[in-house]
Each structure stands twice: as C-alpha cells, then as structure tokens.
C-alpha cells in the first residue's frame, strides 16, 4: 500500500462530497426555475443540465488539482493526512562498507500528493563526495525502492547512478528509523545504509551552518561508527597587524611654577634664644674660671706620652712606700697593745 494515494483519496473524497451536497441542496430548486423559465423547450433544458454539468466538473478539478494541493502543503495537513506512515523531514543516514565510512544528510520534503528525496554525503574530514537526487520511487509500506543520480560524478567512476531499497521502522506513532542499502549500478558493492529522523529543531538549524553541521555529524558518527569524529586542525588566526601610529604633535612642555621657600617660624621668641646662649656662655666662662687660674702661670705646658709613664711609675712607687710604712706600724701597735 502507498500511503500517498492517500491524498488523492482524501481531495477526491472531499470535492465529490462537496458537489453531491450542493446538487442535494441547490438541485431542486434549480430544476424548480428552468421549468418555469423555459417551459416546455426540451433543447434548452438540456442545454442548462450541460452547463451545470461542466461547472461541477471544473469545480472538482479546482479542487482536486489546486486547493487541495496548496493545503497539503502545510506539514500540519500532511500528517493528519499520513498518519503513521508520516515520515518526511531530515533524516542522518550512515552509509557502511568496505573500507567506507560516510554520513548523508537526507532531506525528504513535501511536493503536492507525493514527496522529495534528497541530500548529500560526507565523509570523515567532513569532506562533500556525492549529492543524491530521486528520480523514481515506488512506495509498498514499509519499503520504498528508489532510483537515484550523483550530480557530482561525471560517470567515469561508475558511481553516478545508483537504486537503494530502505525499510522503515513499524510502530504506532510516525517512523524514526529505517535501514536498508544502496548500490550503483556500475558496481557490484552493496552499502548497508541505516537512517535515523531528526526531531530537534536545533540540530537541523544546526545543520544548515558549518560550526553546527560539524557538531551534530560529530554527535551522530559516533553514534552510528562507535567512533569520533576526526575533528579539523584548528586554523591559526593571522597575527594582529599594529595599525600604523598617527603623527601627533610633540607634547607641549608644561609650565614650569615658581618655587616659593617658606622660610621656618622660629619656635619661641629670638629675644628668649638670646638670654639662653648668653647663661650659656657665662656658665662656660665660669668653670673655665675655676678650673685654671689667671695669668702667665696658669698655662698649661703641653706633655708627651713619656711624662705620663714617667707620672705613672712615681704614683706607683709611692703607693709601695706607704704600704710599706704601713706594715711596719701594725707590729709596733700590736706590740703596745700586748704590754
């Protein structure tokens, strides 16, 4: 069963309903007025029935073939529509083989009662290999086997044309997964394929930006491989070239201030200094005075060190002498003191 023949299901149902209601309504009436308008004139009668005629069938086809194709439109229309089998959107679909890895992105748009199939592949350096457009489709729920071209092959690879089969997933709600394989027709290679639906809309705005699309294929590869992603060297950012300086006008020297020297405030009255060095100096005068007399004789001579030993020696032998004298008194004291 193709669950697009839904939509011709559902635009034919629809306008036969509607015709059928207004000749069940509008009919009798209409019939009603031709009689009494036309008499017995059986070619003009049959002359209205045909023009009534042609306007319900250009009426169905305005419905069947431009209102109702401008509502399918809206995803909205589409699902109710659908149902189930609802599964247009943006799908990641990995591509495993031998020594091939990719990851397509798959985008299955909405055309009137039918569908677009289309998308790109990349491989691990995040690299664009092939691009897939449908050319022909045959829809058995849940498989669809397809016929798809490679615009960016020129054929001599032998990888230009190519079928795939895919099996969506079966449940009760809309399909989110499907697998399946691809082949070209050149080649005897079979790639198993699996597909899984993006349901967050930030990852498929995401995939619209370089920086996004290399963040959801990073998040998906390794769901899909069990591997990461290589990631991309980095791109060194150039060195900031310093912006030539402006010639500016030399700096105007400042100028220069008056140093102004304010002379110290004299702490206590100049006459009180003057009375304190005058006792002062009377003092000084004083014990100069009294440590040495006046006149020719109170002048000191100057002494050399040898006069000083010399005054040292005498001080010494005269302490001798008198401790001599004094040892030889206590025997005559003590002698008294006996008798």
């Given at each position: ?22 000749l ?54 589409r699902?109710?529509?659908?149902g ?34 289309s ?37 001599a ?6 079928v ?18 691809v ?7 079979r ?5 899984a ?104 001579p ?11 020696e ?6 001798a ?19």
């Amino acid at each position: 069963m193709n669950p697009y023949s839904r939509f011709g299901l559902v635009s034919n149902t629809v306008s036969a309903a509607a015709i059928l209601t207004v000749l069940a309504v509008v009919g009798p009436q209409v019939l009603t007025s031709l009689e009494t308008v036309l008499g017995a004139d059986s070619g003009a009668k049959a002359t209205a029935i045909g023009g009534g005629v042609v306007v319900m069938v250009v009426f169905w086809l305005a419905m069947t073939e431009a209102i109702f194709p401008a509502l399918f439109r809206f995803n909205s229309v589409r699902r109710i529509v659908l149902g189930k089998y609802y599964f247009e959107g943006t799908w990641l679909q990995s591509e495993k083989g031998e020594d091939h890895q990719r990851l397509s992105v798959i985008d299955i748009q909405p055309d009137g009662k039918g569908f677009i199939f289309s998308g790109y592949s990349l491989n691990k350096d995040l690299e664009i290999e092939s691009n897939t457009l449908i050319e022909f489709s045959k829809m058995e729920w849940p498989f669809m086997t397809y016929k798809h071209r490679n615009s960016l092959s020129d054929g001599a690879d032998g990888k230009r044309d190519g079928v795939g089969e895919l099996q969506f997933e079966m449940n009760r709600t809309t399909s989110r997964r499907y697998n399946g394989f691809v082949q070209f027709v050149r080649s005897p290679d079979r790639l198993r394929v699996e597909g899984a639906k993006l349901t967050s809309g930030r990852e498929v705005k995401d995939l619209r930006t370089l920086q996004g699309r290399q963040k959801v294929f990073a998040k998906y590869w390794d769901l899909f491989f069990n591997t990461s992603l290589r990631q991309p060297a980095p791109v060194a950012a150039p060195a900031p070239v310093a912006a030539p300086k402006a010639v500016t006008e030399a700096p105007k020297p400042k100028a220069e201030r008056d140093v102004i020297i304010e002379a110290a405030k004299p702490a206590a009255p100049v006459e009180s200094v003057l009375e304190r060095m005058e006792e002062t100096a009377a003092r000084v005068e004083r014990r100069k005075t009294d440590t040495r007399s006046s006149g020719p004789e109170s002048i000191v001579p100057r002494r050399r060190s040898s006069d000083w030993s010399k005054d040292a020696e005498q001080d010494v032998t005269a302490e001798a002498k008198d401790a001599d004298t004094k040892s030889d008194d206590e025997p005559k004291a003590a002698k008294g003191g006996q008798k």
